[in-house]
């Protein structure tokens, strides 16, 4: 699924003087028009605003199924927009740039038996949140055999049109339109690896989730997830710039609420089973419309973890391994700067 992210060239912990002074002014206007309005329930100042977000817990689902049916209704409109590189989706196409090598490289370091024309040959990858196949053609062209899946039928009909047109694709792609959950029983352990590309702040349960994902995955599998931090900055910068100031992306398409904190998701991981190898941070630049990484998590961050093998597994217990994110976050940070190759 979509989840298009502004942070603007400098937009972390080392953002200059005229950066900050120039959001500030922004924010000010922003809130200067909404106080006119008289109706507007958000915060009017940056003090106020974290007070009130800080309190606010992410929601939780009793339904055990991680789709939201409000993010099927919000999706289902952009179906047939996948493919617009300068769209809605823009900043999702120039994300390749800097996701499909590091899920290559990755891989490849992992494993030293491949082919220089096809590396990613004899993988099964599930894709899940599909979309139109924005990330399922470029891992398929690596000589993956990827399954796409996503809930909205019409995003299923798009992918499958667009891969028609290449004959190689056709063959190494297959969508469904399907939750994850609806695919654990017959495919149980199938898959080497899974993707989850700017999906886990779309889902009703996130824990629901990561569990499907370690049960489909084979024992030592990986598992790659781009997704939002649940920061000020992000909040800043996601909800009220990007959408309701500026309008890069329709209002309403995030919700703050459901971002996800790199301490949650490791901890929701480590507890079904997976390793976290690296947490690295991402910046997008809507200038150049272009991602890099960082080595602050604060807005965008990717995760790399690897499931447990058939004989830790059976030794897995109750009590989590301590680990270190600053440790982890700060060698991907330095390791993105190679992996930031064409594909």
């Known amino acids: 699924m979509f989840s298009i992210w502004l942070s603007f060239i400098y937009a972390d912990d080392h953002a200059d003087l005229s950066f900050q002074t120039g959001l500030r002014g922004v924010l000010q206007d922003y809130y200067r028009k909404k106080q006119l309005k008289s109706t507007s329930t958000l915060p009017v100042s940056l003090t106020e605003m974290k007070s009130n977000m800080f309190t606010v817990k992410r929601p939780f689902s009793t339904s055990h199924s991680s789709v939201d049916s409000k993010e099927i209704k919000k999706f289902q409109l952009l179906a047939h927009k996948w493919w617009d590189e300068e769209g809605e989706y823009a900043a ?5 740039d800097i996701r499909v090598p590091f899920i290559r490289d990755t891989l490849l370091s992992m494993n030293s038996n491949y082919h220089l024309g096809n590396p990613l040959s004899g993988i099964k990858i599930l894709d899940v949140g599909c979309g139109g196949g924005l990330l399922s053609e470029p891992l398929g062209r690596l000589g993956a ?3 796409g899946i996503d809930p ?22 297959q969508y469904k339109s399907s939750s994850l959950e609806e695919i654990v029983e017959e495919s149980m352990e199938t898959f080497d690896v899974i993707v989850a590309s700017e999906v886990v702040e779309h889902v009703a349960d996130l824990e629901t989730f990561i569990k499907c994902c370690s049960q489909v995955l084979k024992p030592e599998g990986s598992l790659f997830i781009t997704t939002i931090n649940k920061t000020q900055l992000s909040y800043v910068l996601g909800i009220v710039v990007a959408e309701k100031i500026m309008g890069i992306v329709p209002e309403g398409t995030h919700e703050w609420e459901k971002f996800v904190p790199p301490e949650e998701l490791e901890r929701l991981l480590e507890s079904n089973g997976f390793s976290v190898k690296t947490m690295s941070g991402m910046l997008y630049n809507p200038l150049s419309g272009s991602w890099r990484w960082m080595e602050s998590t604060s807005l965008n961050y990717t995760v790399h973890a690897v499931k447990a093998g058939a004989q830790a597994q059976s030794h897995t217990t ?26």
Request: charged fraction near 25%.
């Open 92 to 96: 999702l196409h120039s994300m390749n």
């Open 145 to 147: 055999s990827v399954t």
């Open 152 to 173: 909205v039928e019409d995003n299923i009909r798009t992918a499958d049109q667009h891969k028609s047109f290449d004959p190689v694709l056709a063959k190494r792609i």
């Open 318 to 343: 109750d009590t989590p391994p301590e680990t270190d994110i600053q440790q982890r976050s700060a060698t991907a940070g330095t390791a993105g700067t190679v992996l930031d190759s064409p594909v």
